[in-house]
């Protein structure tokens, strides 16, 4: 429209719009800042109140154009433009009716605006630049004292977690000493316990030549008075303690109490050349002190527990050793009388048969039929020999239970083994082939009864190992003042995750109802009695070989 073309003589900003909300006109300045803006909607979208009075539920009233134009009388306000890239700039909106339309002038008041918020806020920087020099002293001061705090609770924290970390006591004192060496630039520090009113001295760190010779010393009255009041000492002095030689030159000696409840456990004590105030130190060290405190008696605690816990295992252990003992000692008492019992029903009607083989030996060369004489000959041989194995296994009996032998005797092991075996013959008859590889071996003091029990025990469980026919092979050999004797199966072995709890009283590799696991128990006991071992190599499928040694000397 020509009709606005004066409008370009305008610095400003300047479009029209008519009622429909079209942009019928804009002067050169508005197409150079605003030639992206055409359109109504999208000019009207970058636009914002800088504040914003107006109270309407329309909310295209909120937007600044849309009420330059629907203002039914001429209207300013001050307003910001966001443009695509980002940039905002500050107007002054001027929107002058003329009859149908509505001329809209942009003032650019973005410098003005910058420069009215810049002084603003130089203001206020100002101001607050004159507030922090007033406050430059006191915050100096809480800086300082912040400084100061977080050393403290460095300190403390660094000492807490070392001591926190460790239960024994030596450990503890050592880790306080150092850290308060190094955050004191002291040349000795040292723990001493306190008993009987005097202070021994447990743990040193940093020079130690002065130190007495028993580490055992008394501090003056005045040093006494004032750890007695749970405070920490303080003082420059020419002597480290009573009786003490004299420093060279005064030096700073600070003594540090450690209570627990109101109870002195002992002390503390720094030695430096280079003298200090101690001021808020004085927290840091009464912490440190509650801490070690709490921490020498925490390890204490522990110990003794631990060593309760210790001599209660013992005790336990002793217990069941006893229990075997008994057990055993039981065992072998009933089978004793048991086979005492046997033995005295069996010999006597033994004896009344073996009288009657005798008579029935004498009468054979009477009888005239030779057929029948050879006959009950050869029965009467038979009898003969059963006589003998019967008396044989009752004396066999007897020597393997040997109640009366309760002190130490030299005996044939290879006798001893032989005599097992017999006793054993119904688990190995026809099924089990005994290999003896018995060497010369001198004899040895023994008790002989209990190694009864413990060939007796590796047999039978040997036996029960093999399943159908199998070997077992028993060698003895004497080697380095040790008899050894080594007994080894063919059996179905044992697993290795088994092999060091066979020995162990109550364990058994057997089905419920076989075996009560304490036969390898007890056998473990008696060489330990006999000052010996036993021991044991196994592979699942091959067998199993036990190897009992004995020491002669």
């Known amino acids: 429209m020509k009709k606005f073309d004066f409008l370009n003589q305008f610095r400003d900003a300047v479009f029209v719009v008519n009622n429909h909300f079209e942009i019928v006109y804009s002067n050169n300045t508005f197409e150079k800042i605003f030639k992206n803006y055409r359109k109504i909607k999208k000019l009207s979208h970058g636009m914002n109140f800088t504040i914003c009075p ?11 154009l849309y009420h330059a134009i629907t203002s039914p009388q001429n209207f300013f306000a001050c307003i910001s433009f966001t443009f695509e890239n980002g940039k905002k700039n500050f107007y002054d909106l001027t929107a002058v009716k003329k009859s149908k339309y509505t001329v809209i002038f942009l003032t650019d008041v973005t410098a003005s605006f910058e420069r009215q918020s810049f002084q603003q806020y130089n203001q206020q ?12 002293e006191g915050l100096l001061k809480i800086k300082q004292k912040a400084q100061s705090q977080a050393i403290r609770i460095a300190l403390i924290n660094k000492v807490s977690n070392t001591i926190r970390e460790s239960m024994d006591i030596s450990t503890i004192l050592q880790s306080t000493l150092k850290e308060l060496s190094i955050m004191f630039g002291a040349y000795r520090a040292y723990y001493a316990a306190f008993n009987d009113n005097k202070f021994h001295i447990t743990e040193v760190y940093g020079e130690s030549e002065t ?3 028993n580490n055992t010393f008394e501090l003056d009255s005045q040093t006494l008075e004032t750890i007695s009041q749970k405070e920490i000492s303080v003082s420059n002095c020419l002597k480290e303690y009573v009786n003490a030689a004299p420093f ?7 003594v540090i109490p450690v209570y627990h409840m109101n109870k002195m456990m002992g002390i503390i004590v720094m030695l430096n050349y280079q003298k200090r105030e ?7 060290l009464e912490a440190i002190s509650a ?13 003794k527990n631990v060593q309760t816990v210790k001599e209660l295992t013992n005790t336990l252990k002793e217990l069941k050793e006893t229990q075997i003992q008994l057990i055993n000692s039981e065992k072998m008492a009933s089978l004793g009388q048991l086979i005492a019992g046997v033995a005295h029903e069996i010999n006597t009607p033994a004896a009344s048969i073996k009288s009657n083989n005798t008579i029935v030996s004498k009468l054979l060369n009477r009888i005239e039929n030779p057929e029948l004489a050879e006959m009950l000959k050869e029965l009467n041989e038979i009898d003969k020999e059963a006589i003998q194995r019967i008396s044989h296994i009752v004396t066999s009996l007897k020597k393997f239970v040997r109640l009366d032998e309760a002190e130490l005797q030299e005996a044939d092991i290879n006798k001893e083994l032989d005599l097992t075996l017999d006793l054993i013959r119904h688990e190995t008859k026809n099924r089990i082939n005994i290999i003896k590889n018995y060497g010369e071996i001198p004899a040895v003091k023994c008790f002989p009864n209990m190694l009864n029990q413990v060939f007796m025990n590796i047999l039978i469980n040997a036996c029960q190992a093999i399943e159908g026919n199998g070997t077992i092979t028993i060698t003895t050999e004497y080697k380095n003042d040790n008899l050894i004797v080594k007994i080894k199966d ?4 044992i697993p290795a995750n088994q092999l060091d709890k066979i020995f162990t009283a109550g364990f058994t590799t057997k089905s419920s109802g076989v075996g009560t696991g304490l036969g390898l128990a007890i056998c473990s006991k008696i060489m330990e009695k006999h000052k010996g071992e036993i021991s044991v190599n196994s592979e699942v499928g091959k067998g199993s070989e036990f190897v009992i040694t004995i020491h002669s000397k």
């Open 125 to 136: 920087l100002q101001k607050q630049y004159e507030n922090l020099s007033e406050e430059n």
């Open 278 to 284: 101690l001021n808020e130190e004085i927290e840091i």
């Open 54 to 64: 107006l109270n309407s539920e329309n909310i295209e009233t909120y937007s600044p």
């Open 291 to 303: 801490q070690l405190s709490n921490a020498i008696t925490r390890a204490e605690l522990y110990n």
């Open 490 to 493: 063919t059996g179905h072995g």
């Open 211 to 213: 130190l007495p010779a």
């Open 248 to 254: 060279k030159q005064s030096i700073q000696r600070i």
